[in-house]
């Protein structure tokens, strides 16, 4: 199935759709069929994101536009959102999924009103690309933003322009917090993955291991562990609860490619651990299972630099977007 702007365009007409139940292939989503395109953005896609409900995915990248899609029936491009004037970088949602929070080329990184469709605020501060940001999971709802400017940013909306500020020697590719955000991860082009203590605004730890700049990070969902994804062809699993044993890594997942393009690419854990995804410059969506190390899946249909993977949060369903324009969200058996 493909989305082009409103029209819908169904592989192989009717036969096709015809020919999957006659054959009984047994369905794993909810999915209107087993592989959607979503099609409209007119540049490479950098990040994509599912509604925490599931409903919804939220897609964003070079075009400035964020658009919201509904992910079940035929794919509806049911909103779009828009106010920044360079590319944009990241985007994630908020715990509730009430609010969209993005990072970009033009320095700002913004709050949306999902509800509303418009920006609720912008905040300003960093004086170089922002790469990366990150909200807090529960709690009170702080943002965290990686810049060019080497510089991490720890942002309370509820304060007006102010932020903590984390100086780093290297510029900054990718940012998290901590399950209970009094941590903040960060790791860029100098290769390591530096934890910073809030309290006291100080490193207190350095994973080392990496040998090429990390593009991606990704907390599991039950905050133990820390997924990382580098130029240096490797994803690495990090212990990162606060009594762990000296060696923090405990998994290096490969078989994926980076890219010459140098795109920032993104990885991500399934909700229940059991598998992780990253994106990839040799156009293959690839999953691992997080047990065995071995590649599950490794699938084809990009055109382009996979740049961001996540998983559906209920659903054995995978998103990805790419260079190539197109977001694909594909079922798993």
């Known amino acids: 199935m493909k989305r082009k702007g409103g029209e819908?365009?169904?592989?192989?007409?009717?036969?096709?759709?015809?020919?999957?139940?006659?054959?009984?292939?047994?369905?794993?989503?909810?999915?209107?069929?087993?592989?959607?395109?979503?099609?409209?953005?007119?540049?490479?896609?950098?990040?994509?994101?599912?509604?925490?409900?599931?409903?919804?995915?939220?897609?964003?990248?070079?075009?400035?536009?964020?658009?919201?899609?509904?992910?079940?029936?035929?794919?509806?491009?049911?909103?779009?959102?828009?106010?920044?004037?360079?590319?944009?970088?990241?985007?994630?949602?908020?715990?509730?999924?009430?609010?969209?929070?993005?990072?970009?080329?033009?320095?700002?990184?913004?709050?949306?009103?999902?509800?509303?469709?418009?920006?609720?605020?912008?905040?300003?501060?960093?004086?170089?690309?922002?790469?990366?940001?990150?909200?807090?999971?529960?709690?009170?709802?702080?943002?965290?933003?990686?810049?060019?400017?080497?510089?991490?940013?720890?942002?309370?909306?509820?304060?007006?322009?102010?932020?903590?500020?984390?100086?780093?020697p290297y510029q900054v590719l990718t940012v998290s917090f901590n399950d209970t955000a009094e941590q903040v991860f960060s790791s860029g082009i100098d290769n390591d993955i530096k934890i910073w203590d809030l309290r006291n605004n100080a490193i207190v730890n350095k994973l080392r291991g990496h040998t090429d700049s990390v593009t991606g990070m990704a907390l599991s969902s039950d905050g133990s562990y820390l997924l990382t994804n580098s130029m240096d062809n490797n994803l690495r699993i990090w212990d990162v609860r606060p009594f762990a044993p000296q060696e923090r890594c405990v998994k290096i997942l490969s078989g994926h490619q980076h890219n010459f393009e140098k795109n920032l690419l993104r990885c991500s854990w399934s909700p229940d651990g059991s598998k992780v995804s990253a994106g990839s410059g040799d156009r293959f969506v690839y999953v691992w299972d997080t047990t065995t190390r071995r590649i599950m899946y490794k699938l084809p249909g990009h055109n382009g630099s996979v740049n961001d993977v996540q998983f559906h949060p209920s659903e054995p369903i995978i998103a990805s977007g790419s260079s190539d324009k197109t977001v694909y969200l594909g079922e798993l058996e």
């Open 8 to 168: 819908l365009v169904t592989f192989g007409g009717d036969r096709a759709v015809k020919r999957l139940h006659e054959e009984g292939i047994t369905r794993t989503s909810n999915l209107m069929t087993p592989i959607v395109a979503l099609e409209g953005h007119q540049g490479d896609i950098f990040s994509v994101a599912f509604h925490p409900e599931g409903k919804y995915l939220a897609s964003t990248g070079f075009d400035r536009q964020i658009y919201i899609w509904n992910v079940y029936g035929e794919c509806e491009n049911i909103s779009t959102l828009t106010g920044h004037s360079g590319a944009i970088m990241d985007l994630h949602f908020s715990t509730d999924g009430n609010t969209i929070f993005t990072c970009s080329t033009d320095n700002t990184v913004a709050m949306w009103d999902l509800i509303a469709g418009q920006r609720i605020k912008k905040l300003k501060g960093h004086t170089g690309f922002v790469n990366s940001c990150y909200p807090t999971r529960r709690g009170t709802q702080l943002i965290v933003s990686g810049s060019d400017d080497c510089s991490i940013k720890v942002w309370d909306p509820r304060k007006k322009g102010k932020a903590t500020t984390l100086v780093n």
